[in-house]
């Protein structure tokens, strides 16, 4: 290649490095003018400012803690609240069932929480997880998903059941699903006991496992009612016949157990003596047929 040959494309490719990089430049300054405009009549617009920010009634989450957990800038523009990622934070608190956010231009900003229904309480004493505790006892909804209890949710939860829980190889931790079998039987023995008394929650204190055959449950009034596994109706019916008969007698039953069919052992709670459970008993008094035991009680 001769010099003048090679000046020729030197030159050349000089020339056509210098226009893409001018073209690239006025590209780049193009790019900054519409986004410094866009910044201006709209991010930094005071017609965009958020001026509106609602959110419904719910035991979830007050304003405060909505805040702190989207991180929504009061004195920002209605561009900077994203609905999908307001959303997608409220939704992995594991208090909140359903969360809709919804933002209206020029500067408003609307959330509607659904909160947990608790239906339970669970203790561990094992994992330092108490019962009725604010602090460390979880909650349990109808599909057995664990949240733990907000200030607004106390009052409605503070007379709940509750289900202790016996230790497992995985902790139990907000938003899991409990899945114990001491979990599971608990559970059926307080569905068997709301489905025989309507008023169960008000007089169940504590349901816990029992030498691993069976189930204690723990009145309010002190009463402990040892249940086997099996054939739970029968015996949800004799412990209430039972209530019933020791009430009519003006005594309080203090232990039975009701895995036997006939031979039922009672104890009663001594006139004087306090029983463990911090609230007074409850008259039990649910309308069925008379049962076996009923009728050995009247003999």
């Known amino acids: 290649m001769s010099p003048r040959i090679f000046w ?15 073209l690239a430049s006025l590209a780049l300054a193009g790019v900054g003018a519409l986004w410094l405009g866009f910044e201006r009549g709209l991010l930094k617009n005071d017609e965009f400012r958020l001026r509106e920010l609602t959110m419904n009634d719910n035991a979830a989450l ?22 999908r990622e307001i959303r997608e934070k409220l939704m992995s608190l594991p208090e909140v069932q359903s969360a809709r956010v919804s933002r209206s231009f020029p500067g408003s900003l609307a959330i509607e929480i659904t909160a947990r229904q608790p239906v339970l309480w ?3 004493q094992e994992e330092g997880r108490l019962a009725r ?8 909804d109808r599909d057995g998903l664990l949240f733990p209890c907000t200030a607004a ?5 503070e007379g709940l059941p509750v289900i202790e829980l016996e230790k497992e190889p995985f902790p139990l931790e907000a938003g899991m699903k409990v899945e114990h079998e001491s979990f599971l039987r608990g ?24 030498k691993g055959w069976g189930s204690q449950l723990v009145t309010r009034g002190g009463t402990v009612a040892t249940f086997g596994h099996r054939d739970l109706k029968r015996q949800m019916n004799d412990f209430l016949t039972a209530c019933e008969h020791a009430a009519g007698t003006g005594r309080k039953i203090a232990t ?9 052992p009672v104890t009663f709670q001594i006139e004087g003596q306090a029983p463990p459970a911090p609230e007074p008993p409850r008259e039990i008094a649910p309308t069925r047929p008379v049962s076996d035991l009923q009728k050995l009680l009247e003999r």
Do not use: H, K
Request: charged fraction near 25%; charge should be negative.
């Open 8 to 22: 020729f494309d030197f030159r050349r490719a000089l020339v056509s490095g210098l226009r893409w990089i001018l």
């Open 62 to 83: 007050s304003e405060a803690r909505l805040l702190q957990v989207t991180g929504i800038d009061l004195d920002g523009s209605v561009f900077d609240c994203n609905p």
């Open 122 to 124: 669970v203790a561990c």
């Open 133 to 140: 505790d604010p602090a460390s006892g979880l909650l349990v």
């Open 153 to 157: 949710m106390w009052e409605e939860a």
């Open 187 to 210: 559970m059926r023995l307080l569905a068997e006991a709301r489905s025989a008394s309507p008023e169960a929650d008000e007089w169940i204190d504590t349901i816990r496992q029992y």
């Open 256 to 264: 039975i157990e009701l895995v036997g069919r006939r031979n039922i």
